[in-house]
């Protein structure tokens, strides 16, 4: 297992720790998932700039959920706009090695210079996205395609 795989791992862990299935865990809503989720990948990942919830609308909208970061987020995003909305358009993960060569890219700040978002799905449709950005170029791959997805599925109940 490679250094970001168990980094990945101890979110894991460390989310199970407060929000796991076990008999005695109190019960969150899936907002506080999102905000203890979003913490624990920032506190493990420094280096991600911008980690963070859109919560999707039945009228195709994206709008800022729970986020930890030290760039200011998007308020709200369209379905099919910039790397969320083509995540939620599309239902997939998508990942971004420079934000200047993505068709659309929505700035939110200047710092970003990659991005992963992982759609949150619940069947069949889109309710959510979570968006990592990071101030590198070429900062995301498949392991982190693989622990964000994991991590969204153990904890949101995909």
Known sequence: ?????ERYQKVMTTLDALIGTK?????VDDIG??????????????EFIFVGFYIASRTKIL?????????????????GKGVCGVAA????????????????????????????????MRDGEVTALLDVD???????????ENGLQETVKRFLKV
């Open 1 to 5: 297992m490679n250094a970001k795989a």
């Open 23 to 27: 008999e005695g865990k109190y019960e």
């Open 33 to 46: 998932k999102m905000a203890l989720i979003s913490w624990a990948l920032k506190h493990h990942f420094p």
């Open 63 to 79: 709008t800022i959920g729970p986020y930890q970061g030290d760039v200011m987020a998007c308020g709200t995003i369209p379905f």
């Open 89 to 120: 358009e599309t239902g997939e993960t998508v990942i971004v090695e420079d934000v200047d060569q993505f068709p659309g890219y929505i700035s939110c700040d200047s710092e970003t210079k990659s991005e992963i978002v992982v759609p949150v």
């Open 134 to 144: 990071c101030g590198q170029k070429n900062s995301f791959d498949a392991t982190d």
